[in-house]
């Protein structure tokens, strides 16, 4: 059971490693507007292998799109960095590499702070999008069980009782009566 009652209002995850980020709550807005970024990301590196295959130029993502996998891998990738741009509205402990000054919340930066750190960004996409949302609007009202099947709780419904009688065969003689 779901409640529609979730996060209005902005707040913050902790990613580990020193990392918060303030995100706006996960809806299907934010979810849609990340699904948009991946498929512009897959459809801009589709368009550059067709251009170099084309022309003959052998280029090192190739061998990405063509294989199942790594396509899934990259797909994955560019989601949850668009989730990143959709959601986040402002992060503490992400710094630049070479200065001693807070990284500015861009595009690249969310690349590649996710692309550096994949516990962060596993962390980021499991609190962020992950059941965990959902649970914590609900308060845990309906936790799944320890071995991960139904969610615990009382029974809703009772018990059928047994049919008291059986029902009659029918016969060829009760068939035919006029």
Request: glycine letters at 6%.
């Amino acid at each position: 059971m779901l409640r529609l009652k979730i996060n209005k209002e902005p707040y913050w995850l902790e990613l580990g490693y020193g990392v918060k980020v303030k995100v706006k709550p996960c809806t299907s807005a934010v979810f849609y507007e990340a699904k948009a970024y991946m498929n512009s990301k897959l459809a801009e590196l589709a368009k550059v292998y067709q251009a170099n295959k084309a022309a003959g130029i052998a280029n090192e993502t190739a061998a990405d799109i063509e294989n199942p996998v790594k396509r899934e891998a990259m797909a994955d990738k560019f989601l949850l960095i668009g989730l990143g741009i959709a959601g986040i509205l402002e992060w503490d402990g992400v710094m630049e590499a070479d200065v001693n000054k807070a990284a500015p919340l861009t595009e690249s930066k969310i690349d590649e702070l996710f692309a550096n750190f994949w516990a962060v960004a596993e962390n980021f996409r499991h609190q962020y999008c992950g059941l965990q949302e959902v649970l914590a609007a609900e308060k845990n009202v309906s936790q799944p069980a320890p071995n991960g099947t139904s969610a615990m709780g009382e029974p809703t419904a009772t018990a059928a009782e047994k049919a008291k009688t059986s029902a009659r065969s029918t016969s060829a003689d009760t068939l035919r009566q006029p």
